[in-house]
């Protein structure tokens, strides 16, 4: 696998269900990102994890739970979830941090999550 | 608040013609400027990017232009081929805050 691998591709999970989104760089990257993309809205950046610790939480509901346990891997954890939570769901990493380089990020293909 | 607005929801092109597309922002003053593209299902992937001191950056057919005065970056394709259909993103950037646009969805028509 080459790039940021994300899984699953499509979710659809009820209200009170939990579930969680995976992401995995193989890029050796140090910086990683959690994004929202709703339709007709622009990419909105949720979580940032820097070196493995949480930078930035963009006032993000709390049934969204990320986890970063090494450099290399993300997770979103989900749990009672909204309708309008449905979305694409993209994780990115770049070499370092934002403010250190200006790197260019690299996406994932996305999970298509549909809330019912 | 800091607003990021890209010209249109959609453009259509004549093949071989040159694309311009535009972003604007307003209350906020980036240091740097990514431009990305994103076809339907997939990650953005990236272009470009512009720093606030340059004028202009290209790279093969594409080419960006960055105005800190006119808070303003255009991005051309020249010569532009139905492949080059797509979504394009501008994300300016200054320290740990990036912002991206909405995006223009760009179609090549043959």
């Known amino acids: 696998e080459t790039g940021v691998t994300q899984t699953p591709r499509h979710l659809v999970m009820g209200m009170t269900n939990k579930k969680s989104l995976k992401c995995e760089q193989h890029l050796g990257h140090n910086a990683m990102y959690w994004y929202k993309q709703s339709a007709k809205k622009p990419l909105e950046l949720m979580f940032v994890?820097?070196?493995?610790?949480?930078?930035e939480n963009n006032s993000v509901p709390s049934r969204f739970s990320p986890e970063c346990p090494n450099s290399s891997h993300l997770f979103l954890h989900l749990h009672t979830l909204q309708p309008e939570d449905s979305a694409l769901y993209l994780c990115a990493s770049s070499q370092d941090p934002l403010a250190a380089n200006y790197n260019e990020q690299f996406f994932g293909p996305g999970t298509r999550l549909t809330v019912l | 608040s800091q607003k990021i607005e890209q010209n249109s929801e959609a453009l259509n092109i004549q093949e071989g013609k040159t694309a311009t597309l535009t972003c604007n922002y307003t209350n906020y003053s980036p240091a740097y400027l990514q431009w990305y593209r994103q076809d339907p299902g997939r990650g953005p992937v990236f272009l470009l990017l512009?720093?606030?001191?340059?004028k202009e950056k290209r790279k093969e057919r594409l080419k960006v232009t960055f105005d800190t005065t006119l808070k303003q970056s255009l991005f051309h394709i020249t010569a532009s081929q139905p492949a080059d259909s797509a979504t394009y993103l501008c994300?300016?950037?200054?320290?740990?805050?990036?912002?991206f646009g909405k995006g223009t969805r760009l179609h090549i028509l043959p």
């Open positions: 994890y820097n070196f493995k610790e949480q930078t």
């Open positions: 994300a300016p950037l200054r320290d740990d805050k990036i912002i």
């Open positions: 512009i720093r606030e001191n340059e």
